[in-house]
């Protein structure tokens, strides 16, 4: 069984600041690094980390093959990440001491995703497969749809938020991954509370306060695991990747919430994005030794 993502690919550029620059402010990085990054890039990372089976589909420009390598060493399947005549994306994420982050992502190669690839790379897929879904690439609906017809179930973070790209991804959605923020953006967008989205299940993250899954059958809390927060970026995607690998082996959602939030936790121990994702080990010792 395979999870399938259809996701953004960036180059992350991490600045640690003495606070998030305000409008017309500039301000002077202490520190400096780079990394793989991208929602998508990350998902893929921590699915496989969580030990599931992902491939990845994407693109990349000619500068980009070192995140293709970078995430087929971390596990991830890159036979359908295309080269493509654009620059790689990129993310410049400002940090602040509590460990708070801005981002601004130029999208670059993640919006030339083509649906001959897309059809390409999900020949194989199969029911009992899932497709995994964000907001910073093209031909989402395209995929969904595409993965609907075969049989799939599809997943999808609805992050960035955005309310036509979630609008047109909400018929089409089995799971619903979003913060609290996202939901209230999507409250005020449509109206809705969660248990008219459509989705069957709409999982909402509110950050230390651990969050809330809203499924046919009611409503289930998940409590947050403590960690000292170094570095929130990824951490809602190191969420849904280890919620959705869990999933897909089987594991109830109580007990998948409660893997996403231990790995999700423990990322905001680490500064970094794909890099920064806790091994499935280190998540499993971490949630024993939390009980
Ligand atoms: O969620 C964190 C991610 O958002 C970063 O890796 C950055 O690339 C942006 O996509």
Redesign the pocket.
């Known amino acids: 069984m395979t999870l399938y993502n259809l996701g ?1 690919i ?1 180059l ?1 550029h991490f600045y640690q600041v003495p606070h998030l620059p305000a409008p017309g402010e500039t301000i002077l990085a202490e520190s400096h690094s780079t990394g793989l ?3 998508g890039a ?1 998902i893929s990372v921590a699915a496989a980390q969580a030990g599931a089976r992902v491939v990845h589909i994407g693109a990349v420009g000619p500068d980009g093959a070192w995140a293709t390598a970078r995430l087929r060493a971390l596990g991830v399947g890159t036979d359908h990440i295309a080269g493509v005549d654009a620059l790689t994306a990129h ?1 410049i ?1 400002n940090v602040d001491p509590a460990g708070e982050n801005a ?1 601004t ?1 130029f999208p670059g190669a993640n919006m030339k995703q083509s649906l001959k690839r897309l059809e390409s790379a999900l020949a194989s897929a199969a029911p009992g497969d899932m497709l995994l879904l964000q907001n ?1 690439t093209n031909a989402a609906p395209q995929a969904a749809q595409r993965a609907r017809e075969k049989g799939l179930e599809v997943l999808y973070a609805a ?1 960035p938020f955005e309310p036509k790209a979630t609008a047109a991804l909400l018929p089409l959605t089995d799971i619903l991954v979003l913060n609290a923020v996202e939901l209230a953006q999507l409250k005020a967008a449509t109206g809705l509370n969660p248990d008219a989205l459509g989705p069957e299940t709409v999982i909402v993250t509110e950050g230390a306060q651990g969050g809330r899954a809203i499924t046919t059958a009611g409503e289930i809390r998940f409590a947050a695991f403590p960690a000292e927060t170094i570095d929130t ?2 951490a ?2 190191t969420f849904t990747g280890y919620l959705a690998a869990a999933l897909h082996e089987g594991q109830p959602l109580e007990a998948a919430l409660r893997l996403a939030a231990a790995a999700s936790a423990l990322k905001v121990t680490r500064k970094g ?1 794909a890099d920064a994702i806790p091994s499935r080990a280190e998540t499993d010792a971490f949630m024993n030794a939390a009980s």
Do not use: Q
Request: glycine letters at 22%; a negative charge; charged letters at 20%.
């Open positions: 953004s960036n992350d990054g991208g929602k990350n993310a994420i981002i992502v910073e992050a970026t990824g809602g995607d994005t």
